[in-house]
C-alpha cells in the first residue's frame, strides 16, 4: 500500500517496502479474494504471472548438493548460538509486557492456516536480494 | 477476444457483449461517499459504485476485446483496493472478475450476498491485513549448524578436504541432513516468531508453510489501533534477530487473505 507509517526513530532492521513490483502485486493478490462463479470470469493472468511462479522447486539431489555446497563453502566464525526462543524471551524481559510463548499453539496456528502443507519436499526458494534495499526502503519515507 | 481462450480453466458463459464491468470489490455504502473521485482502475477507465441495499461494488467499464495479462492491470487493480481499504472495510474480489453490466452486479452478486457480505465488512471494521515474511541469513544459519551438528560437522569437513568431482554421495548426505535440520528449526523457530507478535494480532494465516530458508510467509490481521505496537515489536525483534532472521512486513493493505474464497459455501 501507497501509505507507510511513520516509523519511530532509530532501528530500521524492519523491512517495510511498500509494494510497487509486480512480483510484490502478485504475491499479494493472487489467488486471494472472493470468486464469485456464477458469472463470467475473464482471466486478464498472462505471460508475466508464470515466469514469477517458476520460484518453486522440488528439493531434490540437485538442491541437496546446494545446501552442501553453501556450508563448505563457509568461513566459519564463532559467534551467538543462542536459540531463536531464548533471544526472543531476553527481548521480553527487558521489554514491554512480555507473553510467554507456547509452542503448542503456534504449530495449531500453523496446521490450520495457509496452503496445503504439499509434500515435504516442496520447498519454495526465494532469490536473497533484499538486504541492499533495506535501508533505503526504510528511510525512504 | 474469445473470453474462452485465456481463462485456463474457469468455467466461461459467453457474454454476448463486447463491454463489461470489471469488479474490484465490495464495501458498505455508508463508507462509499466520497471515496472514490477521482480514481483511475484498469485500462484507465473510471471507477465507479454499484449500490444496492446496503453495499456497494466498486467497478470499471471494460472492453473485452482488450489483450490480456499485463501488469498494468494488476498494478491498477491492487491500486484501486488500497484506496477502498483506506476509506473503509472492503472485501477484495478476486483479481480477472468480469459481469455483465450493472443489473448483474446488483442481482447476481449484491442482493444475494448481501448479508453474507455485510457480515464479513463488519469484521473488517478499522482492521488491515499486514504480510509479514522473515527469512533466513542462511550462511549465519549454515554456521549455526556446523557448529552445533556433530554429524554436519564431520560430512562438512570430510567433503572439504575432497576434489570437487569426488564424494558425491557424502556431499548429497550432507545437504539433505542440513536442508532437513533447517527445514525443523524454520517450523520451531515460526512458532516462536508468531507467538511473540501474537498479543497484537487479530488472526494469522499462513500463507506457504515453513520452508527451510523462509521460516515466516504470514497474512496478519490487525486492529488499526495496534498496528503501531506490532510494528514496534517486530521492529524489536528484527533488531535483537537481524543475523540470522530478515524481517519484512508489507501493509496496510486490504484484507485479501480474510475474506474466504467464496461467497456460496
Known amino acids: 500500500m501507497t501509505v507507510q507509517t511513520q516509523r519511530r526513530s532509530g532501528g530500521g532492521y524492519l523491512e517495510r517496502p511498500a509494494p ?24 486478464l493472468v498472462g505471460i508475466e504471472l508464470l515466469t514469477i511462479d517458476a520460484r518453486i522447486v522440488i528439493a531434490s539431489v540437485d538442491t541437496y548438493l546446494r545446501f552442501a555446497e553453501a556450508t563448505n563453502r563457509l568461513d566459519l566464525y564463532e559467534k551467538g548460538g543462542k536459540d531463536l526462543s531464548e533471544m526472543v524471551h531476553d527481548l521480553q524481559e527487558t521489554g514491554a509486557s512480555g507473553k510467554t510463548q507456547g509452542a503448542v499453539e503456534g504449530v495449531k496456528r500453523a496446521l490450520k492456516g495457509g496452503h496445503s502443507a504439499d509434500d515435504e519436499d516442496d520447498e519454495e526458494r526465494r532469490p536473497a536480494k533484499k538486504t541492499a534495499s533495506r535501508r533505503r526502503a526504510e528511510s525512504s519515507r | 477476444m474469445n473470453t ?69 492491470e494488476l498494478l491498477a487493480y491492487q491500486g484501486v ?23 448483474a452486479i446488483v442481482e447476481e452478486l449484491l442482493l444475494p450476498q448481501e448479508g453474507q457480505l455485510a457480515v464479513i465488512l463488519d469484521e473488517l471494521v478499522g482492521r488491515h491485513q499486514y504480510n509479514l515474511r522473515a527469512t ?106 537481524h543475523d540470522r532472521i530478515r524481517l519484512r512486513l508489507v501493509g496496510p493493505l486490504a484484507a485479501y487473505d480474510f475474506v474466504g474464497e467464496s461467497t456460496w459455501d
Open chain 2, 136 to 241: 533466513y541469513v542462511e550462511d549465519a544459519v549454515l554456521a549455526d549448524l556446523v557448529r552445533t551438528e556433530p554429524e554436519i560437522r564431520r560430512l562438512r569437513d570430510h567433503t572439504r578436504r575432497l576434489p570437487k568431482d569426488a564424494g558425491y554421495a557424502d556431499r548429497a548426505q550432507l545437504g539433505e541432513l542440513v536442508f532437513r535440520a533447517m527445514q525443523e528449526r524454520s517450523a520451531y523457530d515460526a512458532t516462536v516468531l508468531l507467538d511473540a507478535i501474537d498479543q497484537f494480532v487479530v488472526e494469522c494465516l499462513l500463507r506457504t508453510p515453513p520452508s527451510a530458508t523462509q521460516l515466516v510467509d504470514a497474512a496478519l490481521l490487525v486492529d488499526d489501533a495496534r498496528s503501531e505496537e506490532l510494528a514496534d515489536r517486530l521492529e524489536d525483534l528484527a533488531e535483537a534477530v
Open chain 1, 20 to 43: 510497487s513490483g509486480l512480483a510484490d502485486v502478485i504475491e499479494i493478490i493472487l489467488d486471494k479474494g472472493i470468486v464469485i462463479d456464477a458469472y463470467v470470469r475473464v482471466s
Open chain 2, 4 to 72: 474462452g481462450a485465456a481463462t485456463g480453466g474457469t468455467a466461461q458463459v459467453s457474454l454476448g457483449a463486447d463491454q463489461a464491468l470489471f469488479v474490484y470489490g465490495v464495501l458498505r455504502v455508508d463508507d462509499a461517499d466520497g471515496v472514490l473521485r477521482p480514481l483511475t482502475g484498469l485500462d484507465g477507465e473510471e471507477v465507479r459504485l454499484v449500490r444496492a441495499g446496503s453495499l456497494a461494488a466498486a467497478v470499471s467499464d471494460m472492453g473485452l476485446d482488450r489483450p490480456p495479462g499485463r501488469r498494468a
Open chain 2, 81 to 103: 483496493l488500497d484506496v477502498l481499504a483506506a476509506a473503509g472495510p472492503v472485501v477484495p474480489i478476486r483479481f480477472g472478475s468480469v459481469m455483465a453490466d450493472e443489473d
